[in-house]
């Protein structure tokens, strides 16, 4: 009854005063811009919708096609020469995984996404892939041309000494992990100086006998005249069944994932999650770039996870 008369009254007020009714209306509408300004990737604490709406234009601008470095040559009948690589045992009897130490650098190219792979004849190498736009967004060019000075860049990676990221595989008297996070200290939230980006990225072993480490190291290059809104670390890969192998971006005609497709049965598969870990346009805003990554161990399989902002 309290109810019903509250809301009688409230009809009143808004039929005897219009200028009322007017503001009550428009403060519902920004209410509800403000919360699909949030769900979709926006500043928590900014108030204006202006700036959200301005933020399409970085949308359409990163509307380009994405690929996978490296790629290799596909001549019929051509077998590229196994290199020498340094390799990791899980288990007395088991078998050895090896690591490719190539390093991956993809130039001044926007970095997306990062994944683990097996490659090889035999499926046995461990390498790591970097997802990238295959041309610069028009709205970047005149701060990171070719012509545009930039400084050169930086790997950035673990200490070998430091013992506390160290994580098992399988059992602790053999392979370990390096699950330290990759991170470039000059890079902070708002700082208008530039930003640093990844734009490479390597694996390595590191020698303590039956006990070796694999690690990661990440290459950053400086994006001048830009800023971070926002940063997290994104734990949620792409399952490996919505994985296309053709047809796309991430297919065996442009990317070294054709050896993904033959690695059913690999008894190495346990020990690697092959997940992409990748973000485009379909996951709003639709600007995310790579600026961090690291390793892990999870459920007994060696995991590749990545920082992202935008």
């Given amino acids: 009854m309290i109810l019903f008369y509250f809301n009688y009254m409230f009809c009143r ?14 403060n519902l509408r920004l209410q509800h811009i403000l919360a699909a300004k949030k769900r979709r990737g926006g500043d928590d604490l900014e108030q204006n919708h202006m700036k959200w709406i301005k933020t399409v234009k970085y949308f359409l ?7 996978w470095a490296p790629l290799r040559d596909r001549i019929p009948g051509h077998q590229r020469k ?3 690589c340094p390799s990791l045992q899980f288990s007395i009897m088991g078998q050895k995984l090896y690591v490719s130490q190539e390093q991956i650098t993809v ?16 499926q046995n190498r461990l390498s790591v892939h970097l997802q990238h736009l295959v041309s610069l967004p028009k709205i970047l060019q005149p701060y990171w041309d070719n012509h545009v000075a930039i400084g050169a860049p930086k790997w950035q990676g673990p200490e070998e000494q430091d013992s506390r990221w160290f994580e098992p595989v399988k059992w602790k008297n053999f392979s370990h992990v390096s699950t330290a996070p990759i991170e470039n200290p000059e890079t902070f939230i708002g700082d208008s100086s530039g930003v640093y980006i990844v734009t490479g990225a390597q694996l390595g072993v590191w020698d303590f006998g039956p006990r070796n480490v694999l690690y990661m190291k990440l290459l950053y290059s400086r994006l001048p005249g830009c800023t971070i809104r926002r940063s997290l670390w994104d734990h949620t890969p792409i399952k ?4 296309s192998t053709s047809g796309d971006s991430s297919s065996p005609d442009n990317s070294s994932s054709g050896s993904r497709e033959n690695v059913v049965g690999n008894k190495l598969m346990k020990y690697v999650d092959l997940s992409e870990m990748s973000k485009g ?4 805003p639709g600007h995310w770039l790579v600026t961090g990554g690291k390793l892990g161990v999870e459920k007994g399989k060696i995991v590749l996870r990545k920082k992202k902002s935008i």
């Fill in 107 to 122: 130039g001044r190219r926007l970095v997306t996404g990062l994944r683990l792979c097996l490659e090889g004849n035999k």
């Fill in 281 to 284: 346009p379909q996951d709003p």
């Fill in 82 to 84: 196994e290199p020498v």
């Fill in 61 to 67: 601008e990163f509307q380009i096609p994405r690929v």
């Fill in 240 to 243: 490996s069944s919505k994985i």
């Fill in 13 to 26: 007020v808004l039929i005897l005063f219009p200028s009322i009714a007017k503001g009550f209306t428009l």
